[in-house]
């Protein structure tokens, strides 16, 4: 599929912790190298504790911060772009759906040309629920690119959602794997502490591994306009990566 490469971009990451805290540094780099506008929003709730520092993006000297405002303005200040963040879950419809919204653009003061944004959503979060709250606000938007990246300790998969003109071209992550939208997980705000605490077995290699196909995918949309990969499958125990291209995914539906 074909993507524009003279509009203005808005990218807006929910989760800033083991996949999201290592796709920060590189799409911030990426971002920097375009020829257009471009905007990076970071949501998370979550402070940064000394567990993190195992898998998750940070150093000693982050703890007790919020992990949003620590990578947004740690990354944006390298890279001479505005810092954007939410230090709070984003977990109410209507909220998702606001940041989302594609805004216009005025690029040309001397002719009053008002161009829409694309706007990108990348969820890095690691329960369904969040999940669920992004499959909704995907199919309520016009247009709209949604990839989500999901891993365990050793295994994982980035699945990239497509919306243009009201029409889905390509199924989110709730298409490909319907079971998901089933479950009935908590959002992180409505965890108790000791629930919290409880998570599901990662890795820091699964977690780049994770972060490393998102910023692959975004990357060939951005910087090429066009990107063949809709799901990619891996294992850090084989280092095998699979992907299902564009091709077969149309075959196989």
């Not at 998750?56 to 947004?72: C, I, M, T, Y």
């Not at 706007?119 to 329960?127: Q, S, Y």
């Amino acid at each position: 599929m074909k993507y524009p490469m003279d509009v203005p971009v808005k990218t807006v990451q929910l989760g800033a912790g083991g996949t999201g805290g290592h796709i920060a540094p590189h799409l911030y780099r990426l971002l920097y190298t375009l020829a257009r506008p471009a905007r990076y929003i970071i949501c998370d709730g979550d402070k940064v504790e000394e567990k993190n520092l195992l898998r998750q993006n940070f150093s000693p000297a982050d703890r007790g911060e919020n992990k949003a405002r620590v990578l947004a303005e740690r990354y944006s200040t390298v890279f001479g772009l505005e810092a954007e963040y939410i230090p709070a879950f984003v977990e109410k419809l209507e909220t998702l759906m606001e940041l989302i919204r594609p805004n216009e653009w005025e690029l040309d003061e001397n002719i009053y040309q008002r161009v829409k944004e694309m706007v990108i959503l990348l969820g890095a979060v690691d329960n369904n629920k969040s999940r669920q709250l992004c499959h909704q606000a995907f199919y309520q938007s016009r247009d709209l690119v949604y990839i989500d990246s999901g891993n365990g300790e050793f295994s994982g998969q980035v699945v990239c959602g497509v919306r243009r003109n009201g029409h889905t071209f390509f199924k989110p992550i709730g298409g490909v794997q319907p079971e998901m939208l089933r479950d009935t997980d908590k959002f992180p705000s409505e965890l108790s502490c000791a629930e919290a605490s409880i998570s599901d077995p990662q890795s820091m290699a699964a977690n780049i591994t994770a972060a490393t196909a998102v910023v692959n995918m975004v990357y060939n949309i951005l910087a090429h306009g066009e990107s063949l990969v809709r799901q990619t499958d891996f294992s850090t125990r084989t280092v095998k990566m699979q992907t299902i291209l564009e091709k077969q995914r149309r075959r196989a539906a």
